[in-house]
Structure formats: C-alpha cells, structure tokens
C-alpha cells in the first residue's frame, strides 16, 4: 500500500505523518520503562520531542549541512535524534555500538560531526576517551548518566530537552521553515560501512536515496498502518533504518524497540508483532532450536516433525500451483495444531510475515519456515543502494533467490571475463524466462548514492562509465529472479586456479543442528577447509548418543575428542561425495569460542569478517594444511 502521506524528504515525511494523526492517542513508537512496562509515544508526542531535541541543537550551532553523529542501540532517542537533525537540514551519522573507540574517532573525525548524542555509559566512556582526538565535536548529548564532574561540552538528555522545548517555542517560526528548505538532493546520512578491508568509508545517501526506497518497498511489501514492528536489528544499519524504521514509520504502523538483542524472545512474547525484519542467523538459530527438540524428543515426536514439514511443504506447493485439496487442509490444519503452533506462539503468535536481508537466508531455512505458515520476504542490497535493490514477492517467494527488482530500479549483470552486460531487469518486469549466466551485479536508480564522503578515487572505482554502480557482488538472473552467489573479494582462488565461492558451501552446513558458525579457507592452498564453531548444546546430546562422557568435558575438550571429530569427519564427508573435487573439504578446526561482533570478527548484521578470522587464526589454519603435506595426499 503507498504511504500515509505524499513526501519527497524525510523531514517532510516525518511532520506530514504527525499532521496526519495529530489529536490521535495513536502511538508511534513504544519502549519498555524501568517499571517493565510497555509505554507508548503518541505521534503529537514524537513531534514534540523531535522539536524539542531539534531547538537544543540549533541553540547550539548546528545548521543546515552539519553532521550530527549518533552512538546509540535501538530506542525511542535514536529516532527522536535523527528526526530532530533532519528537520534542521543536518546529516545524521550514526554510529555502531559495538565499535571500539578508535573507529568511532576515526569516524568522528572523517564526517566532521559537531554534536554527538551517546546512550549508555559504556558507550559515553568510549567518547570520553577520544574526545581530545575530534576536534570539530564541540556538543556531547547523553541520554543516561553523566559523570562526576562533566565537562562544559557535555549534556544531560533531559536538560537538552527542557531547554530545547523553550527554545524551540521562541523561535518556532523560523525553524519551521527550516525542514521545508530541504531539498530532497541534499544528504540525509553518511552510513559508514564496516570497513572489514580498511578504513570504513562515508556512503553519503541522500534524502531522495531513501525516500525512492521507501516508496518503491510499500509497492511490494505490504505493511499497513496496523501493523507492528519489533525493532531489534541496530538502526545505524541501512537495512533496518530504511526498511524497520522509514518504511514501517511511512506506512502508519507502530514502532516497539526490543530491550536489547538476548531480549528478543521475551520481547516478541511480550509485543505479539505482525511484521519482523531480521538477518538470517536469527531464523538459523530459531531452525536448528526447533530441528533440535525435535531431535531430542522420541522416536514418535522426531517422525511426527518430520511428516508436519513435508505436510507444510506440501502445502506451500498446492498454494502456488492451483490450491491445496480437502484432505490436504486437513493434514496441514492437523500438522499447525501439533507441531508449527509452538513456534508461531515463540515469534508472538501474531506474525503475518517477515522480511530477511544483510545476508543470503540458506534456502533450507526460507522453506522450513515456509512450511511451518511463516512466508520470510528476502531481499537484497548494499549500504550504497539505501539498500534494497530486490525482494521476493510475498506472494510468490522463491527461497534460494533475492526476488525481483524494486520498481524504479535497474539491476544488470556483467560477465566477469570480459566485461559483458548478460542480462538486465528494470522494476516491474518480471519474465519468467530471462535466466543468465553468473557474473557481476550492477545498479541504477534514484537510491543509488551519489559518492562517498571525501572518497573521490572510491568514487570512481564504484562506478563505470555508463553509470552503473558495481556492488562486488557475483549472481545471475534465473527466471527473472535474482540469484546471488558471494561477494567478488569473498572469492577462494585455489592453488590448483579454480574460482570457488565460500558462502554457498557454508550455507550447505549451517542447518547441522551442531554448527553454529562456519568459514570456509583455502585461497592459495590445495584444498579447502573449514573453522567451526559448534552448537555446544546440540554438539554434548549428539556425543552423549556416541557413548561420550561429555559431563565431563569443557567445551574445549569437547572440539579435541576423537569421537566429537568423528562426528563432522562423517558430515564433510557425505558432502564432499558429490562435490567437484575443487569444493571437497579435506580438513577442519573445532574453535570453543565463538565469532562476535564484540571482539570484531563479525559486523553489526553477524556476517563473517574474513580477513579478520583468516589472521586470528592463521596459526590453526597453518596447521591444517602442515597435517596434509605430513600424509603425503
């Protein structure tokens, strides 16, 4: 359904929208308060804080143009900060939390930011030990407790608040005018990317960058102003800002901030949503819990999951394909009952869909949930792209692929060999038999970004002379679906020359119930091999069953007994049986502690940092190939 309310910027979204429900009790966001409640902020509400914050900071300098750095989770503050900046004409920069001080300087310092509003104070000590290393950050705003003694540039939210509000009622004349100078031309945001390769880069997005994207997702993703989002993904993403914030806000719907992310579950019991956004390893997680229960229960509980997933499966077929019969209604109202029931009472019991990015959801996963009466939505996109450039139709997804392409946007792909265009696919074409071979994906649209940040040379390289944006990603068109294989840079050359590409092998294995997380290796080497970080919880009943003492056991001793190793030996090597000899894996490491965005070995949205576990663990991975040169294969 099209927006609330006609917009070409976000600040004419935003007070279009408060206009539009004003003298409404209708909420727009919701937090949960100290007292473990759940509290609403009405529309009339919102604006209010949103002026309020926006007269604080033009009392305090910042104008049209001026950066705006934001170091915050999830939370009602976090929208009211970047509503606030975009009104004024100011460019937000949002910050992830889970940085270490050095790169919150860095980007302090590459977008010039003026002011900074910073939540928690393990977050405002991080700014209290750069500060002297930013010189353009005059303004510090924190939402939770200062320090002893604060320093004159440092501010209390409320304080801000309450002199923002008189401010603001002084001039409130003046600085209405302010969000209608707004060109939707100018910046909205430098979305800073992870930098897993280097210094992170500046994706300087403008406001017809995201209100494009905006539009053209509520032309196929059918949210509507009674849905209900539970926001969890980190906001200074671009897939949850423009998708679980800008979108959900446009469409009129009710915004919930989870607590935290180990909140989650509660939170989803607590708030019943209808719509989710999340990244693959959440329904990775949820699957193998589910296929792990099962696993766990009787022989009769495991064969009754397993007749209720082929039931759904059979379901979701006759649905596409004419609709399903009598007796199969039954079955399947029969196999919801029994078994799909539990878990759509875990995710709220209210779910109508749910839409999955940042990553490649394993075709596995989308069909099991399929199966089980929840549709996931994929999509695809880049930070450069405001994101989305694809999503599947909800009414006919195609799990394995990203979709179509967005109305309003062009998607080509480029052979790899010699730089020929193979295919291309405008938004709102759809033939079922364009399929193509595999090679580049490149963009066009108004969503595309225009440069980075002070990046003129990265500029150049992003794009060709024809104007295309070259993403790095690798995929092919299949029956006017997208299909996307990996990441270029991603890409193992082998030390016999063949191209092989990590993530379609890893996603063969993150359904096992006893992976957790897994990273393929082997660029320059004879074959390859795998890092593994096991479901420990999963891993313990699996060698229990083979006679383990695992009661015994740390989990370290766990990834070193025979028996345990056994285990993932007979795993690779049901998948190797099949595989081209280039894709077999010959060899593999157990690791006891996991891959996290805390100790930098993944990025905000759980995907691998490659080249930072490749040095981490060159010792291990080393070892690997010295056990092969020993016996002599």
């Keep these: ?293 099962a696993s766990e229960g009787s022989a009769i509980q495991e064969k009754l999951f397993n007749w209720a997933v082929d039931t759904g499966q059979q379901m979701a077929e006759a649905r596409s394909n004419g609709g399903p019969g009598p007796w199969l209604k039954l079955k399947y109202r029969l196999a919801h009952r029994l078994v799909f029931s539990k878990l759509h009472e875990k995710l709220g019991g209210n779910l109508r869909f749910a839409a999955s990015g940042g990553a490649a959801l394993p075709e596995k996963i989308g069909t099991f949930f399929q199966a089980a009466g929840i549709k996931i939505i994929e999509g695809y996109g880049l930070t450069e792209t405001a994101p989305v450039l694809t999503v599947n139709p909800l009414d006919a997804p195609r799990y394995g692929t990203v979709g179509h392409v967005l109305p309003g946007v062009t998607v080509a792909i480029q052979r790899l060999s010699d730089e020929t265009i193979v295919g291309t696919l405008s938004g709102g074409d759809y033939p079922s038999d364009l399929t193509t071979e595999e090679g580049e994906i490149l963009a066009r649209g108004p969503n595309v970004m225009e440069k980075y940040w002070q990046r003129p040379e990265d500029t150049r390289a992003a794009f060709d002379t024809d104007g295309w944006y070259h993403t790095g990603d690798v995929g092919r068109f299949d029956n006017g679906y997208l299909m996307v294989t990996d990441r270029i840079k991603h890409m193992i050359v082998s030390g016999g020359g063949k191209n092989i590409y990590p993530g379609p092998i890893e996603d063969e294995f993150k359904t096992l119930p006893w992976i957790d997380q897994i990273m393929i290796v082997g660029e320059g080497r004879p074959f390859l091999a795998a890092l593994i970080v096991p479901d420990f919880e999963s891993l313990r009943l699996h060698a229990r069953d083979r006679g383990v003492d695992v009661d015994t056991l740390d989990d370290e001793d766990l990834t070193e007994h025979e028996e345990v190793r056994a285990i993932f030996e007979e795993a690779f090597r049901e998948y190797s049986y099949d595989a081209p000899a280039h894709e077999k894996i010959r060899d593999f490491t157990l690791l006891s502690e996991p891959f996290t965005t805390e100790d930098g070995s993944m990025t905000p949205t759980m995907k691998l940092k490659r080249n930072v576990i490749t040095e981490r663990y060159a010792d291990e991975i080393d070892a690997m190939y010295e056990r092969f040169q020993r016996r002599g294969v």
């Design 1 to 293: 359904m099209p927006a609330q309310v006609p917009f070409n910027t976000i600040p004419q979204l935003f007070t279009r929208l408060a206009d539009h429900y004003e003298g409404q009790q209708r909420p727009a966001l919701r937090y949960k308060a100290d007292d473990d409640t759940w509290q609403d902020i009405t529309w009339s509400e919102l604006q209010e804080r949103v002026q309020s914050l926006a007269g604080h900071l033009h009392e305090h300098g910042v104008r049209s143009g001026d950066r705006v750095a934001l170091l915050s989770e999830n939370r009602p503050e976090w929208a009211i900060t970047d509503l606030a900046t975009q009104i004024l004409g100011g460019i937000n920069v949002p910050i992830f939390t889970s940085l270490p001080p050095q790169k919150i300087a860095y980007i302090l310092r590459d977008s010039g930011a003026s002011a900074l509003i910073v939540s928690v104070p393990v977050q405002r000590k991080k700014v209290e030990e750069i500060i002297d290393e930013c010189p353009d950050l005059e303004h510090v705003i924190v939402m939770s407790e200062l320090p002893e003694n604060p320093p004159g540039y440092m501010h209390h939210w409320d304080d801000a608040m309450s002199a923002g509000a008189a401010y603001w009622t002084e001039h409130a004349e003046s600085l209405i005018t302010l969000r209608e100078d707004v060109d939707p031309s100018d910046s909205c945001a430098f979305l800073y990317t992870s930098g897993t390769t280097g210094q992170p880069k500046g994706v300087m997005l403008s406001h017809q960058n995201f209100a494009s994207n905006i539009k053209a997702l509520l032309k196929v993703i059918p949210f509507g102003d009674s849905d209900h989002h539970l926001s969890f993904l980190p906001l200074s993403h671009a897939f949850e800002r423009t998708t679980g914030y800008y979108t959900v806000m446009a469409a009129g719907a009710t915004i919930s901030y989870a607590e935290n992310i180990d909140a989650v579950s509660r939170n989803l019991l607590e708030t019943s949503p209808t719509v989710m956004i999340s990244v693959p390893r959440l329904f990775e997680k949820v699957y193998t819990r589910v296929k792990r229960k």
